[in-house]
């Protein structure tokens, strides 16, 4: 079960869960158990000076391995300590998130221990809303219910609820629809698709849009799930697919402009390559501060739901210049609610949400944002044609290490594209896109566009 987070992020989780089982068992054994305890407690102190196999030796050596971890090889213990501790980091950083489809649950009958009469629902129906959960009783326990003669009841309930869920979805309401028009500008000008980073919004591109000017049809695409009811899209391909058969509805023949800022940098390289490969014309793609595929940088690695929070945060103090006053180590020690609960109170703090928003508003562009961050993307389509790349300072980075920041995301691009345009932007990766910025932003794009292929602006 889940015993919290700080239960299973110990620096060396497999000795201590080793020790944590020890205690646990001799705990339950009365006075019996206050010798070992104390011996249990005398190895902890030492553990930084023990590796595991010399912990485990300690342990032989003074009894204090129950039966079932005493004849265990030392290997085979190692590794069902390694799974244990795998399991409950797992499964004390999961986030339960809201749905949008049915959830069947399909119940034994039959339920012998205290343990599984608890709830009628088996603890579901206190965390999915009452619409969501069906709940439906099939014969057997357990383990039975999955045999014959049962498994035949089991799998004609299974049927029956699928063939319902799918009549309902087919009288469902309308699925999200990611184009937003921003901009209508003038007829026949070359549109311009956005795609806004991740957990963020295409409000991102109204400064940009100012700053082209009206003659422009601006176009924004709103990602799956910031609204906190979708899922979001955990492929950049998937995304793009998507994205595209969005823009087809809308304007299916002509060439076009794509503009990425940070991930949806990713999502953009997709879709012109995409485009190109269905004969479309991409008359320009613009990769603002994206850092190169691959898995290299800070996206496309493994977050827990905290990391990804705290990641959060900071790009958010970074946005707006202010501090959300969130300590990190005591934010992450904290359950879901009250990691939601600070963020909330940090970004009213700050101005950047109102006081009466609800504190679940956040849910959705956090879950986004974490989707995001621990998306892999390697392209395997390519783009020819040229790419023009928007380059701007951390400013938590000192000139050494933005200049090797920066030489990484270059290089990584170059890997990928044939025709690398470069550009040293003004601000940092998210003033660039506010005024008074955004003004040279929009100059150098609109400038661009009159410059032979392969030559940089700088």
Same mark, same amino acid.
């Given at each position: ?250 304007? =299916? ?74 300590? =990190? ?122 410059? =032979? ?6």
């Amino acid at each position: 079960t889940d015993q919290g987070k700080a239960r299973w992020s110990a620096s060396d989780p497999r000795k201590q869960h080793l020790l944590l089982q020890c205690s646990a068992y001799w705990s339950a054994q009365g006075p019996a158990g206050v010798q070992p305890l104390a011996l249990v407690e005398q190895l902890r102190q030492a553990l930084d000076r023990l590796d595991f196999p010399e912990l485990l030796q300690r342990c032989r050596e003074q009894g204090l391995l129950f039966e079932q971890l005493a004849s265990a090889a030392p290997e085979t213990l190692g590794h069902y300590l390694d799974r244990e501790v795998a399991h409950g980091h797992a499964l004390a950083h999961y986030r339960l998130h809201p749905i949008s489809v049915p959830v069947h649950l399909f119940c034994a009958a039959q339920r012998p221990s205290a343990l599984s009469r608890r709830s009628p629902t088996l603890g579901w129906g206190e965390v999915l809303p009452g619409p969501c959960l069906h709940c439906i009783s099939v014969p057997g326990d357990h383990l039975s219910m999955m045999k014959a003669p049962h498994i035949h009841e089991l799998g004609q309930a299974m049927s029956q609820a699928i063939e319902q869920a799918g009549v309902a979805a087919s009288t469902g309401a309308t699925s999200h629809q990611p184009l937003l028009r921003i901009q209508s500008g003038r007829c026949g000008q070359t549109p311009i698709f956005c795609v806004p980073g991740a957990g963020d919004s295409v409000t991102g591109f109204i400064g940009l849009t100012e700053a082209l000017g009206p003659d422009w049809p601006i176009f924004g695409l709103q990602a799956r799930g910031l609204d906190g009811q979708g899922v979001p899209h955990t492929r950049v391909e998937a995304a793009a697919r998507y994205y595209l058969q969005a823009i087809e509805q809308e304007y =299916p023949h002509g060439p076009l402009h794509v503009i990425g800022h940070s991930f949806g940098g990713w999502v953009a390289f997709e879709m012109a390559g995409a485009l190109q490969a269905a004969g479309r014309e991409v008359a320009s793609l613009t990769l603002i501060d994206s850092e190169a595929p691959g898995g290299h940088g800070v996206v496309g690695r493994p977050y827990t739901s905290t990391a990804a929070l705290l990641r959060l945060i900071e790009s958010m103090q970074l946005a707006c210049g202010q501090s959300l006053g969130i300590d =990190p180590q005591l934010f992450a020690a904290e359950d879901d609610a009250m990691q939601m609960h600070l963020l909330h109170a940090g970004m009213v703090r700050v101005g950047l949400l109102s006081q009466r928003a609800d504190p679940r508003a956040m849910q959705g562009p956090a879950r986004t944002f974490a989707s995001a961050l621990r998306t892999r993307y390697q392209p395997q389509r390519p783009y020819r044609g040229p790419v023009r790349l928007v380059l701007a300072d951390d400013p938590r980075l000192d000139a050494a290490g933005n200049l090797r920041e920066q030489e990484a995301m270059v290089q990584g691009w170059r890997g990928q594209v044939t025709e690398l345009g470069l550009w040293q932007g003004p601000g940092n990766h998210f003033s660039l896109l506010k005024a008074p910025h955004v003004q040279h932003l929009a100059a150098w794009w609109r400038d661009g566009l009159a410059l =032979p292929q392969g030559e940089a602006v700088s």
